[in-house]
């Protein structure tokens, strides 16, 4: 069974800086696709990040590059998304999710197959 667990949340104070990580595990998932997606208090789902079964290719949301950094370990296992700079408009519950071959960059969340449940982020004035 593919599971995905995200880590590394809290509460920061704006410009300050959060690693989150995103460790998958199950058959293949090395081959998945992987992204970030974020959904604050009364608002919709928003993609924030994708990076592709190769860990050469990204995608940023525009709110977030130069900011935020996608990347991946060397075994593919586990997916990181480095946040920089922060402002209070980043808090928001930030969601990994795993799209299996041929995991290209997707930024709709329909498109991808697995979802980890969840980690807090608080960026505070």
């Known amino acids: 069974q593919v599971q995905l667990v995200e880590s590394g949340g809290g509460l920061v104070q704006a410009g300050g800086s959060l690693r989150l990580s995103c460790v998958a595990s199950g058959r293949a998932v090395s081959s998945y696709s992987m992204g970030w997606f974020r959904q604050a208090p009364g608002k919709e789902r928003e993609f924030v990040a994708a990076?592709?079964?190769?860990?050469?290719?990204?995608s940023y949301a525009d709110s977030v590059k130069g900011r935020f950094t996608i990347s991946r370990d060397n075994s593919k296992t586990t997916a990181y998304l480095q946040m920089n700079s922060l402002k209070p408009e980043d808090t928001a519950v930030y969601y990994c999710?795993?799209?299996?071959?041929?995991?290209?960059?997707?930024?709709?969340?329909?498109?991808?197959?697995?979802w980890g449940r969840g980690t807090q982020v608080t960026v505070s004035a």
């Open positions: 990076i592709g079964r190769s860990a050469v290719t990204t």
């Open positions: 999710a795993g799209a299996r071959p041929p995991g290209l960059l997707y930024r709709e969340s329909s498109m991808y197959d697995y």
